[in-house]
DNA sequence: TCTGGGGTCCTCAAGCTA
DNA sequence: TCTGTAGCTTGAGGACCC
């Protein structure tokens, strides 16, 4: 059976959240970014659509907006206040669907599949939750709904603001056919400026390149690539998991030059990532520190402990290590920062759960080498069987116990 | 115009070992 | 016993997303 899968997305979310909390604000170009400090370093995170029309977008740097825009608003970022008005609209999805795979904090997929006799129709069910989330919190956003989650993202971007598009099943390829290939997610700039020369621009160019081809330049994104231009995806609507890896970095508002100043920032960065660490009940057995230097030169390194751990010590240890191995101090420092990854649930305490299951494993590790020397059935764990062999004990044992019956 | 911060996933190379 | 290799881990860097 054909899935549903519904992509939400807010519009111009952090400018909607401002001008909804600022009256004052609406029908006004706002440009939200940076942290309000005169003369940082900061880019667009996101443009009211009065601001689009002036050619501000995401990720442009605020200097550049500036002048785009003269009478633009700047408003600093407020995470605390997008995450409220997240929770809130998550909330609403929540009642949607009881499988809901949030992406950040103005986007999530919805698996719809079987809700049909509970919910209705999926688009009616898309114009009650639009609905919806406009009532209860101000907010608009766009949807899309198509049988995967690849077509559903692409078709909730398509009419933004406030856009309603469906693909039925079987219409993904004809779909996708006549948009760019940057409508794509996942085809950036760097995959664009290679498919170029090939004289693909759509993504029906795409679809129709052969699959070796594109394994051959892409590897195995290309094959990928190869079924998304297709409209085939099967990665399923996933509930949120743990982290896979958590980081702080500061781009400074002046290059520094003063190792004692670096230490202090990126321990205090390193803290922080322990402190939220912990609030997982994780422990990390990778420490890696980054660095970027004038004029816009980053490195990365990283240690793997020899245990996981959450402590500040341990980690600051590890971190130090590689800040005095790494450092270059005779360069401007424009960005550091400090992440841990390689990230496991935390011991429960100390313990026999724990020491039980490194023995378990060191057991393990030498079960394998005897196997390894003696043949893969010369040794088998106390409690197990040898599985599928056939052993006169055995059959007379399960005899038995088929005449007792 | 001058390039944020928080993530995910991939590639490639080198070392190790089953 | 030696050799070859497949697969894992580690580390650096890069593409991409919002
Ligand atoms: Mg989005
Ligand atoms: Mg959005």
Do not use: W
């Not at 950040?104 to 209705?120: N, P």
């Not at 081809?213 to 409209?231: C, D, I, K, P, S």
Request: contains cysteine.
């Amino acid at each position: 059976m054909a899935r549903v899968v519904m992509h939400v997305d807010l519009d111009a979310f952090y400018a909607s959240v401002e001008q909804l909390r600022r009256p004052e604000l609406r029908g006004k170009p706002v440009i939200v970014g940076g942290s309000g400090v005169p003369g940082e370093r900061g880019v667009v995170a996101a443009a009211s659509y009065e601001a689009r029309v002036f050619g501000v977008r995401s990720a442009m740097p605020l200097a550049r907006a500036r002048r785009l825009c003269r009478e633009g608003i700047f408003v600093p970022c407020d995470f605390k206040a997008y995450r409220d008005a997240s929770e809130q609209v998550f909330q609403i999805l929540h009642g949607y669907s009881p499988l809901v795979e949030p992406m950040s904090l103005d986007e999530a997929y919805l698996d719809l599949t079987g809700s049909q006799a509970l919910m209705g129709q999926p688009e009616p069910v898309a114009v009650r939750l639009r609905d919806e989330v406009k009532r209860s919190c101000g907010l608009d956003l766009s949807i899309g709904i198509a049988t995967c989650k690849l077509v559903a993202k692409v078709a909730s971007e398509l009419r933004k603001p406030r856009g309603l598009v469906v693909v039925n099943a079987g219409g993904e390829a004809a779909f996708l056919r006549p948009l760019p290939i940057s409508k794509l997610p996942g085809c950036g700039p760097s995959t664009i400026r290679r498919l170029e020369p090939l004289g693909v621009g759509t993504i029906g160019d795409l679809a129709a390149l052969p699959e070796l081809l594109l394994g051959e330049l892409f590897g195995q994104y290309g094959r990928l690539l190869h079924a998304h231009a297709r409209g085939i995806d099967p990665s399923p609507v996933m509930p949120p998991g743990d982290p896979k890896s958590i980081s702080r970095e500061v781009t400074f508002d002046q290059d520094v030059l003063d190792p004692p100043r670096l230490r202090e920032t990126a321990l205090a960065l390193l803290q922080d990532v322990g402190h939220s660490l912990r609030g997982h009940g994780l422990a990390a057995r990778t420490v890696a520190m980054k660095i970027r230097y004038y004029p816009f030169e980053t490195h990365s390194c990283q240690a793997t402990l020899t245990y996981p751990s959450d402590r500040d010590d341990e980690l600051t240890q590890a971190f130090t290590r590689l800040l005095d191995e790494h450092l270059d101090q005779s360069r401007p420092v424009r960005l550091i920062g400090a992440g841990v990854s390689n990230l496991e649930a935390r011991a429960v305490q100390l313990s026999l759960l724990e020491s039980r299951a490194a023995e378990r494993a060191a057991l393990d590790d030498r079960l394998d080498a005897l196997r390894e020397r003696y043949g893969e059935q010369a040794i088998f764990r106390g409690t197990s069987n040898r599985p599928q062999q056939k052993d006169f004990r055995r059959d007379d044992i399960d005899h038995l116990a088929a005449e007792r019956k």
